[in-house]
């Protein structure tokens, strides 16, 4: 068990640099850097600046300097002093603009988490076990139209309900006029208003997903012989069914479980760009239009390693869960 | 030589008969094969059967509503639309639509703007539309420009049906090489590009599409810019297309007939062009086709955050940037059609390819 | 056929008896049309006797056993009476639901099973002491250590090797007799009165298959239980049966004493399987493939006997048409053939 850990920690580590290089280099692709974006940001505005100048700003954001230099410039600050460097937009450390954001999307990502599978897993082996009866289509069918609809159209589409039907006040976190006030009854409560379109959208396609594998899986168990001898030996279906097939079924789940933060990221980006949510997807949006390099990559770089964490995290999950994984 | 053949053929064309018979218990399956290829030949034909061109502005005609089609007019009648009344609510300065009693018959096979005929000539032949001086014939409405949202959406359609294909394809030609040397090879070949799949899987999707996108210069030409986007969608998503390559060919590599192949001394491209690669065509098809809906949902939400695709090319996530503000929305809902038509397209792509997936596999789930 | 009435049902089952089918009949509604897997089995096995089941692939073994465990797929009806009287008094299990009080008292506890597949039959995410000990503290209660104690001491009667370690072994780490071995400790967890052992040696080499039945022959010596012992394999049958049933497309076509059914064939199909099985020094174990013909697909079954299609002795007119109703050569034989009633 422990050189299984030992050894998937140790492959994470050649993943992270990889990835922490692909995403520094992605911001480094457009032609162009944020300089040229800035001196066109100026002009727009009627300023002109000079050549020299362009030239200087250039030099004094180390932007000369040969690729793998920057990105060892770069990463050394990183590691060594949580520093990742300035947003040249914002003018700002990015290390100050990021960790508010990240935390918000952490909390949105694992509420909605925790939601998703306290739906998909009941409902994915009910569905399963009563194969073809009413609540089966049901299911089914929501799992396909969750899988269908975008999350970004489900989120315009709750917006829409909410505003135009419901009369709500939506998108954002919460009211402007809560924005500064300190916390009350009334903050909190307009903070659930606001925030439940996200999380039922993140948890809808999560769950749709989610609902379909478990329901996948527990079809194939439920089949297999062992659930036989289970029930030959007396236990009852309920006994049978959560004892047996779905601890089975619970693995390969358990394996896509890394993958379902990253996940919850990946939406959260553009249902937070929809619902102007102050979470890390607006921000790295304008980043990347803006290409304000430093600010773009601390993101990409940040959700990556939480992705490569979170797979790490299911493989250890899966070894401690399925001795054929643990024992080999 | 000739005998073998025959038998072989005869043996394929049953099989394939087989395939097709399974494929046909699967009612929503061929439904949603019906629906797909007419969206694809209305996407062909898109000029043809929008009656105005996608980008005409009409200043006086914005958020114009859905109108009827009435074919029932106390009896069965020709069809026809009701005259619309523009009045400007003094109040709130905005434009609302009224209709009148006057009817105006729709006309079919009018002239209209001018199209290029798959660039053989200019047709100028529309198939419906109405005659009326202050008025057109808007089936789902108008947007803020006073743009036919039922014409925007057949071209998007072009755009956006084709981008899932073309992504397909890129992504088809990455996966299947991977795939088929990882599957054929094993080893350490296999370990190297399970690693590289692994690491790509690894890497969090939506940023990584919005990074390569934003990367994309926006004065570049718009087809290349298309082409681009559907080829990094496709880098990302060649893993999922590789995986079922690698699976088929690890356990056909198994199979007798291989085996049998080898032993009598086929060479190994042999083995994988003749033997390997038409037993998992099925397979393939399966996988390919439920693609298809990722490509077209990352081209829609790329498009809808404006990193991918940008006006003036009209696509469904293009269109769907109009209803971005709550405002319009809540205006005109009707500015969200393009959104039912990507989760109908999606829906249809998932279930012909799980009927295919059944069809293939006749001990599968 | 007409129902037998209950008194005399009861008139009708002598205390040695274990177990008892009456006209079982078992009918699959599936898409495509109605599958009667089952068409009117009786047998019968007394106390600590073995009754071997044989018969083709798709005859229906297996789907009369699991009408016994009350097991059936639930697109399955059925029809006939099931007797078992572990105790004394015979319990009525036909219609019983699948999950009632009764069946689940009875399952791994009165009656054990084993399965074929020894590679799935077992979970494969619980320890083999685990999964022993749960059912003992399902039917016994106690405490966990010592439901595990009887678990290691079921594993050293089935002989495996070290017993105390074996409680903590997985299924994919043991190999396909040991796996047996262990499904059979299992199905022993309670001392069951009667053992249904669904083809347990047919997935094993020649070598474990000889062991496993062995071991098997021993313990229901020792145990003194019942065992329903079901085969393709007329040579196993010898081996380790006292009756026999043979069965043909849902039917029960021959019964008898193995000597009776090896010495003195009556049905044309019983001879055609014993005409099949390699002499000595051969291999021993033989897929029944040499009857001309195929079995007829489930959906279509012969009119008048069903192995009219396939038989040597064939009375056109006859055969074809009425079914043979059983006929009794010799007290304990029973044969349902037209030849054997007389008819030339
Ligand atoms: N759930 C089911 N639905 C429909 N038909 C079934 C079902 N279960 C069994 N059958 C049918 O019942 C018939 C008898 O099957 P059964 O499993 O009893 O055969 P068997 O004698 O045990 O054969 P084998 O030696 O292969 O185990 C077969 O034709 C099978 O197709
Ligand atoms: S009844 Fe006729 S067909 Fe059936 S086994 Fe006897 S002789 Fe053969
Ligand atoms: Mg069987």
Known sequence: MLRIILTRCLWAIPTLIVVSFISFVIIQLPPGDYVTAY?????????????????????????????????????????????????????????????????????????????????????????????????????????????????????????????????????????????????????????????????????????AGLIRVMRANMLDELGKPYVETAYAQGFSERQVVWNYPVRVALNPFISTVGWALPALFSGDVITAVVLNLPTTGPLLLQALKMQDMYLAGGFILILSTFTVVGTLLSDILLAWSDPRVRLG | MTDTSRAESHFTASARTLMWRRFRKHRLAVVSLVFLVACYLAALFAPFLAP??????????????????????????????????????????????????????????????????????????????????????????????????????????????????????????????????????????????????????????????????????????PLFVYVLITLILALISWTSLARVVRGRFLSLKSEDYVLAARLSGASQTRIITRHMLP???????????????????????????????????????????????????????WLLTPGLAVVLVVLAFNFLGDGLRDAADPYGQ | MPPIPMANDMTNFPPERLLDLRDLAVTFATAEGPVRAVQGVSYHVNRGEVLGVVGESGSGKSVTVRAIMRLLARNATDTGTIRFAPDGEPLTLSGQPRDSKLMRSLRGNRIGMIFQEPMTALSPVHSIGT?????????????????????????????????????????????????????????????????????????????????????????????????????????????????VAVMYLGQVVETGSVDDIFYAPGHPYTKALLGSIPRLGAAKRHRLQTIQGMVPDPYHIPKGCPFHTRCDHVRPGLCDVTAPPVFSPRPGQEVRCHLTGGAA
């Not at chain 1, 009413?134 to 989120?155: H, N, Q, R, S, W």
């Not at chain 1, 009854?185 to 809808?204: G, R, Y």
Request: proline residues 5%; charged residues 15%.
């Open chain 3, 131 to 243: 999964q022993i000990a749960r059912t003992v503290l399902l039917h016994r209660g106690g405490s966990k250590s010592a439901a595990r104690d009887r678990a290691a001491e079921l594993l050293a009667r089935v002989q495996l090797p070290n017993p105390g370690e074996m409680l903590d072994r997985y299924p994919h780490q043991l190999s396909g007799g040991m796996r047996q071995r262990a499904m059979i400790a299992l199905a022993l967890a309670c001392d069951p009165a009667l053992l249904i052992a669904d083809e347990p040696t047919t997935a094993l080499d020649v070598t474990t298959e000889a062991q496993i039945l062995d071991l098997l022959r021993g313990l229901q010596k020792d145990l003194g239980m019942a065992i329903v012992f079901i085969t393709h394999n007329f040579g196993v049958v010898a081996d380790i049966a006292d009756r």
């Open chain 1, 39 to 207: 001196v066109a940001e100026l002009r727009r505005g009627g300023e002109y600046l000079t050549d020299t100048q362009v030239e200087l700003m250039r030099q004094d954001f180390g932007l000369r300097d040969p690729i793998l230099w920057q990105y060892a410039r770069w990463i050394t600050k990183i590691l060594l002093h949580g520093d990742f460097g300035q947003s040249f937009h914002y003018n700002a450390p990015v290390s100050s603009l990021i960790w508010d954001r990240l935390g918000l999307t952490l909390l949105l990502s694992t509420i909605s988490l925790v939601f998703t599978w306290g739906i998909a897993i009941p409902i994915g082996v009910y569905s399963a076990t009563r194969q073809y009866s009413v609540v089966d289509y049901v299911v089914t069918i929501f799992g396909f139209v969750g899988k269908g609809i975008p999350e970004f159209l489900l989120a315009l589409i709750l917006m829409w309900v909410g505003f135009s039907w419901l009369n709500m006040d939506v998108g954002g976190l919460m009211s402007p006029e809560f924005d500064t006030a300190p916390w009350s009854i009334a903050k909190a409560l307009n903070v659930l208003e606001h925030v439940w379109i996200p999380i039922v959208v993140l948890a809808t396609s999560g769950a």
């Open chain 2, 52 to 221: 105005y061109p996608p980008d005409k502005i009409e200043k006086l005609q914005t958020f114009v509503p859905p109108q009827m089609v009435h074919i029932w007019d106390g009896g069965p009648a020709w069809p026809f639309v009701y005259e619309l009344k523009r009045t400007r609510n003094a109040e709130t300065a905005r434009v609302t639509y009224e209709q009148t009693d006057k009817k105006i018959p729709v006309q079919f096979f009018v002239r209209g703007a001018e199209w290029s005929v798959f660039g053989l000539g200019t047709s100028d032949l529309h198939l419906f539309g109405i005659e009326a001086k202050k008025q057109k014939l808007n089936l789902l409405g108008t947007d803020s420009l006073g743009q036919d949202v039922f014409s925007r959406l057949l071209y998007g359609a072009r755009v956006t049906l084709s981008a899932g294909l073309v992504g397909v394809a890129f992504a088809f030609v990455l996966g299947l090489t991977m795939g088929a040397i990882s599957g054929y090879y094993g080893g350490r070949v296999d370990t190297a590009i399970q690693r590289l799949m692994e690491f790509i899987r690894s890497v969090p999707t939506i940023p990584l599409w919005m990074g390569l996108a934003a990367a994309l210069p926006i004065e570049w030409d």
């Open chain 2, 279 to 333: 037993a998992m065509t099925s397979y393939i098809i399966a996988a390919m086709t439920l693609a298809v809906p990722e490509m077209i949902l990352g081209e829609t939400a790329l498009s809808f955050l404006g990193l991918g695709l940008r006006p003036p090319v009209v696509s469904w996530g293009v269109l769907l940037q109009d209803a971005q503000n709550l405002r319009s929305v809540a205006l005109a809902p």
